[in-house]
């Protein structure tokens, strides 16, 4: 019987470098041929897993991120076993940042890990262990891209809370917008997102005046990442940038790997996640509607309608946000200094992080009754009757 470290030593060099698949099959039989092993096995790709995915967190990324690439390149069995990794590695920690949502451990001993495993898969040996070193294969692989906070296990200090929404007030806010996303009458969802946005507009003004006075904590930009993914990618990434400008964050799009990184401070982009889901929820829900308006006039709704109706829809909503802001700024004049104070400091950190971006030709809406049916769509988006301030603005 060989030694086990070593046969998992000669598996991951036969798998996880090589250039195509004909290695994977060799690591894999390495790993299932030792009779009476598996256990052992799955304890130690669990132990090596972990060790491969602090070196990802090393190189800037984070378990969304990871899970969203397994999602798009392998398939679900993946994204659970790299959920497992992932779940497994967060045990070191005493504490993990915000935004760092690990799961949790469901099997019980490592030693147990390869049969429960097994038997949540229904699958053979041989099959896991190759789905195993495919997602140790991704890790290898992955680039360094820009860090967005904190890693587990960095001082406390590095890990100190943001002035978040305050959680009254923040649930206050998402139960408005969860009615203004569930309910059919428009004007009720006006005046219901009107409202949300209120809140979030007293709370960044209250914000940004306590910190220009020195009373409050000393704060910094800080970034999150939002999932941009297919379908209609471009579109949404319109709609994403437009919801960070009106609150005061700048959004910066990686269509490669299916994310935008969003720079702010931490309540106004607590916002931005909040009022971007809605108002994708609101287009969503807008245009499955306007497709069932077409079909029952016989006509055929295809990909390029769904995709001019979001472009349009996002096009029009960021008119819409950027008047809006500007209109509040005007309104809030004696507050122009502290707001400024924010908008620079955004502005500094994101090109800190970005210091070189690119502009990206969108591909143009060639259907037009999409573009009409979005526009008015967007026209249509719960923002309020009166078109309040938009959050942090």
Same mark, same amino acid.
């Given at each position: ?6 046969? !998992? &030593? ?9 250039? #195509? ?15 009476? $092993? ?24 984070? %378990?969304? #991120? ?17 959920? #497992? ?15 760092? *949502? ?8 490592? &030693? ?42 960095? %001082?406390?200090?590095?890990?100190? &809370?943001?002035?978040?929404?305050? %959680?009254? /007030? ?15 009458? %428009? ?9 949300? $946005? ?6 960044t003004v209250d914000e940004a005046l306590l910190a220009a006075s020195g009373k409050g904590p000393r704060q910094v930009p800080g970034a999150c990442r939002i999932g941009v993914e297919p379908p ?10 437009? !919801? ?5 964050? @700048? ?9 935008s990184t969003v720079v702010g401070f931490e309540s106004d982009l607590e916002a931005v996640e909040l009022l971007h889901t809605s108002l994708l929820v609101q287009g969503t829900a807008a245009m ?6 077409? @079909? ?10 769904? $995709? ?25 004049? *004696? ?17 800190? /992080? ?6 990206? @030709? ?10 009409? #049916?979005g526009t008015a769509a967007a026209d249509r988006a719960h923002m309020g009757g009166r078109r309040p301030g938009l959050p942090g603005r």
């Amino acid at each position: 019987m060989r030694d086990l470290p070593e046969t !998992v &030593d000669r598996a991951f060099a036969a798998a996880l470098h090589a250039q #195509d698949d004909a290695g994977l099959d060799t690591g894999a039989s390495l790993l299932v041929a030792e009779h009476g $092993q598996w256990a052992g096995v799955g304890r130690e790709l669990l132990a090596r897993g972990e060790d491969h995915l602090r070196r990802s967190w090393e190189r800037g990324w984070r %378990p969304a #991120d990871l899970l969203r690439l397994v999602r798009r390149d392998l398939d679900e069995r993946h994204v659970r076993i790299a959920g #497992d990794l992932i779940a497994a590695e967060a045990r070191r920690y005493a504490r993990l940042p915000a935004r760092w *949502d690990a799961g949790e451990v469901w099997w019980k001993g490592d &030693d147990a890990y390869a049969e429960a495993l097994a038997a949540r898969e229904r699958a053979d040996r041989f099959t896991l262990a190759t789905a195993f070193l495919e997602v140790l294969r991704l890790l290898v692989r992955l680039p360094s891209i820009e860090p967005v906070g904190p890693l587990p296990g960095d %001082p406390v200090d590095a890990l100190a &809370d943001h002035a978040h929404i305050e %959680p009254r /007030m923040l649930a206050r806010i998402r139960a408005l917008l969860a009615k203004a996303e569930a309910t059919t009458y %428009p004007d009720e969802a006006e005046a219901l997102s009107a409202k949300a $946005q209120e809140l979030m507009v007293r709370h960044t003004v209250d914000e940004a005046l306590l910190a220009a006075s020195g009373k409050g904590p000393r704060q910094v930009p800080g970034a999150c990442r939002i999932g941009v993914e297919p379908p209609y990618e471009e579109a949404k990434a319109v709609l994403l940038d437009a !919801v960070a400008t009106a609150n005061r964050c @700048r959004a910066v799009w990686n269509g490669a790997f299916g994310f935008s990184t969003v720079v702010g401070f931490e309540s106004d982009l607590e916002a931005v996640e909040l009022l971007h889901t809605s108002l994708l929820v609101q287009g969503t829900a807008a245009m499955t509607r306007a497709e069932a308006a077409q @079909r029952s006039g016989g006509r055929k709704r295809t990909k390029t309608f769904r $995709q001019s109706f979001l472009l349009a829809y996002a096009s029009r909503l960021g008119r819409r946000l950027a008047e809006t802001a500007e209109h509040t700024a005007a309104e809030a004049s *004696d507050n122009l200094p502290a707001l400024v104070a924010r908008d620079v400091a955004v502005t500094s950190r994101a090109e800190e /992080m970005f210091p070189r971006t690119t502009t990206t @030709r969108l591909r143009g809406a060639t259907d037009h009754a999409g573009w009409e #049916d979005g526009t008015a769509a967007a026209d249509r988006a719960h923002m309020g009757g009166r078109r309040p301030g938009l959050p942090g603005r």
